[in-house]
T-cell receptor, first 114, second 111 residues
């Protein structure tokens, strides 16, 4: 089935550690996104990528890094520089173009700092 | 940049109609989405508007006025399962495309 797969679903990080969240899509979408959601809050854009080997910072990129070496994959690394990383992380993708394209979401990853 | 405003919470009664408003300010407007999100789950797509007017899809309708930077989501015949957060999102063309979400409106449906 086509879709977006995020892993792991739950992740615990010790302070000072870097962790990487995986996101894979088989929808042949050009654009991919990472959002962060804190409890009771909306989605905030971390990074987005419109094509392979290119990505742009969103509104809250500090303390995060991404790569886009393959069209299907857009992993997010939460670095030790991110001081408050506990949140729900959502990966999404969409096709490009001016013709109004829906964003599809993965099931999300819960990251907790212990 | 973008600014998207929607009410924080709303309460409505089962079987009633509720309207959730969204106002936005953006450059390069390229469409407005509404998503539904239940607690702890990913958002699911409800509607998309890029031209002015009303789009109807079953119990859900969405309206857009680009000149006013305004949209609303209308939910009819409310059911208890409609209790969720409703997210307004604006797609912006800035070279490429990016989509920014509002903080969401939590809707509580009571019996």
């Amino acid at each position: 089935d086509g879709g977006i797969t995020q892993s792991p679903k739950y992740l615990f990080r010790k302070e000072g550690q870097n962790v990487t969240l995986s996101c894979e899509q088989n929808l042949n979408h050009d654009a991919m996104y990472w959002y962060r959601q804190d409890p009771g809050q909306g989605l905030r854009l971390i990074y987005y990528s419109q094509i392979v080997n290119d990505f742009q910072k969103g509104d809250i990129a500090e303390g995060y890094s991404v790569s886009r070496e393959k069209k299907e994959s857009f992993p997010l690394t939460v670095t030790s520089a991110q001081k408050n990383p506990t949140a729900f992380y959502l990966c999404a993708s969409s096709s490009q173009g001016a013709g109004g394209n829906t964003i599809y979401f993965g099931e999300g990853s819960w990251l907790t700092v212990v | 940049g973008q600014n998207i405003d929607q009410p924080t919470e709303m309460t409505a009664t089962e079987g009633a109609i509720v309207q959730i408003n969204c106002t936005y300010q953006t450059s390069g407007f390229n469409g407005l989405f509404w998503y539904q999100q239940h607690a702890g789950e990913a958002p699911t797509f409800l509607s998309y508007n890029v031209l002015d007017g009303l789009e109807e899809k079953g119990r859900f309708s969405s309206f857009l006025s680009r000149s006013k930077g305004y949209s609303y989501l209308l939910l009819k015949e409310l059911q208890m399962k409609d209790s969720a957060s409703y997210l307004c999102a604006v797609r912006e063309r800035t070279g490429g495309f990016k989509t920014i979400f509002g903080a969401g409106t939590r809707l509580f449906v009571k019996a």
